[in-house]
């Protein structure tokens, strides 16, 4: 489960999606959701995007957090930058996620992009699009 941060309101929680993409130069991998043996769960706040994996049960092995515009902490977060939807045909609908981080280890680059499949990519790029908007000027 993840651990919101004070104020931090969860949006979306899905348990399990279906399959996963990372890459950022010169890394990439890709995982599945298999009962019992690995899950990917996404969680969507109003602060940021969370996506665990997990073997055996609930033993964590990576976790990734992109916040969006205004919410970053620190120049170590990855920032969400941009959102988009697409299908393909052995993953059927996903959510592709960009992020930026000032500062990061020498596995990865600068960009980092998450392809996330699952049925309800649609309904999370919507939820994500919402968060990304910049506030209007009578809110600040």
Do not use: C
Not at 14 to 28: G, H, L, M, T
Not at 41 to 69: C, H, K, M, N, S
Not at 83 to 105: D, F, I, Q
């Amino acid at each position: 489960m993840i651990k919101l941060k004070e104020g931090e309101k969860l949006l979306y929680d899905r348990e399990r999606v279906d399959f996963a993409v990372y890459k950022s130069a010169p890394a990439i991998h890709a995982a599945g959701s298999i009962p019992g043996l690995h899950s990917i769960r996404l969680y969507v706040t109003d602060r940021r995007v969370v996506i665990q994996g997990a073997v055996l049960g609930g033993i964590p092995i990576a976790e990734f957090d992109l916040w969006y515009r205004g919410k970053v902490r620190s120049p170590e977060d990855d920032m969400l930058e941009k959102v988009t939807t697409g299908a393909s045909k052995p993953g059927g609908p996903y959510v592709h996620l960009v992020a930026r981080a000032n500062e990061h280890g020498p596995l990865r680059s600068d960009v980092a992009e998450l392809y996330i499949y699952t049925s309800d990519a649609e309904r999370i790029a919507q939820l994500l699009e919402l968060n990304l908007l910049p506030q209007p000027t009578e809110w600040r």
